[in-house]
């Protein structure tokens, strides 16, 4: 074993260029693979955080327009059991169809009120705040900045809202917020739960109970438990992937397209690797036969090759996880948005790139072993024969 190995080693530093040549093909391979994977990795991700990651992934609400869910509190308690482990971030919210009245103009809006400490967690209200604070006062409230340019309300401003049994109110402007969603900074405007359960006068009933997961694609299954747990038929449970199938299925594509690349990249660079080896065997023939002459057995004379094979495969790895790494944060850091922030950010999945370094020493050794079966064919007397 230490002989065939002795051996692998001498052969690769005879042929120094070629050598490299290959280790370069390998580090090529691996580095593409990692910056596809990390970079449509990283683009998933971020994909994920703008829409779903700052949105309701599972929602309970009353199976009936117009009901709702008269304790939460007990509700809450039976939703955490159903997977603890998975479900975070939970926050009742109690909402409602109005019409905003200024001075000027009237539009339709969604009045939505929770805790503001619970509802951090979903929508991280304190670090979207353009400006003002949030409206923990009864008759606060706090609107979008869009709504806010387009019906051109001030901080400090008293506007009116009307709902559908004809109710109206004076509420207090004392901030704006901007969720980087267009839609809701121009329909949603937010208050603390007391105030919009007494406009709205709901008692202590809630509109919906909203929560989060840990691992964002297992939504549906965590949902499933949670209708389970509940059993009540007067409550829907709906999560993000049923209500998201365009997305779900752009992300699905992605992947598969990432997966087909790297197939094809690994399948070439094996290719190289076996036509490289197989004309060092012509190469190194007379030596290959000369040991055999000496004693060499065939499995020994084989091993010299998967030797090599495996040694271009460690350093074309490793070389190529630094060329990976290093592209994904060169891409990560000059290709940019017009704000300056990264297009894609950095990601990197260390699990990922063992893998792809793993499958490159692998496969490196596996191309190795055309040659192999062929150097165990050679026949040693008519090899130093015919020179």
């Known amino acids: 074993m230490k002989l065939a190995f002795d051996i692998a080693l001498r052969f690769l530093k005879s042929s120094k260029g070629q050598t490299a040549l290959i280790v370069l093909g390998i580090a090529i391979g691996v580095s593409v693979q990692i910056f596809i994977g990390s970079l449509i990795t990283g683009l998933q991700k971020s994909l994920i955080d703008k829409t779903v990651g700052s949105a309701s992934q599972i929602t309970v609400s009353a199976k009936t327009d117009g009901d709702f869910i008269l304790a939460p509190q007990a509700e809450i308690k039976t939703i955490k059991a ?18 905003l009245k200024t001075a000027d103009q009237s539009t339709t809006i969604i009045l939505r009120g929770f805790d503001w400490d619970d509802a951090q967690g979903i929508y991280k209200i304190v670090d ?24 051109n309300i001030r901080i400090g401003d008293s506007i009116e809202m009307i709902i559908p049994n004809g109710k109206a109110q004076q509420f207090l402007v004392t901030g704006f917020f901007d969720l980087q969603v267009k839609s809701l900074n121009k329909s949603w405007i937010l208050t603390n739960e007391n105030t919009v359960q007494a406009f709205l006068e709901t008692g202590e009933g809630v509109s919906q109970i909203e929560m989060q997961v840990n691992d964002v694609f297992a939504a549906d299954e965590v949902a499933t438990a949670v209708e389970k747990r509940l059993n009540d038929d007067t409550l829907v449970v709906t999560n993000w992937k049923a209500e998201n199938a365009a997305l779900l299925s752009g992300l699905s594509g992605q992947t598969a397209s990432s997966l087909m690349i790297q197939v094809f990249v690994l399948i070439s660079v094996v290719l190289g690797i076996a036509s490289v080896l197989a004309i060092s065997v012509v190469q190194k023939s007379r030596q290959i036969g000369i040991l055999k002459a000496m004693g060499m057995h065939n499995p020994k004379a084989s091993l010299v090759f998967l030797f090599q094979g495996f040694l271009l495969g460690i350093l074309g790895a ?26 894609v950010p950095f990601y990197i999945d260390w699990i990922f790139i063992g893998i792809s370094a793993g499958i490159a020493i692998t496969a490196s050794t596996m191309a190795a072993l055309i040659p192999a079966i062929r150097v165990s064919q050679l026949d040693p007397m008519e090899v130093i024969k015919n020179g």
Not at 128 to 147: C, F, H, P, Y
Not at 318 to 343: C, E, M, R, Y
């Open 128 to 151: 979207r705040m353009v400006n003002g604070e949030l409206g923990t006062n009864e008759n606060e409230v706090i609107i979008g900045t869009d709504l806010s340019e387009n019906l």
């Open 318 to 343: 490793f070389v190529g996880v630094g060329l990976g790494i290093g592209l994904s944060w060169s891409f990560a850091t000059f290709v940019t948005n017009p704000d300056g922030s990264s297009l």
């Open 82 to 99: 159903a997977n603890p482990d998975e479900i975070i971030n939970l926050v009742a919210v109690t909402q409602g169809p109005a019409i």
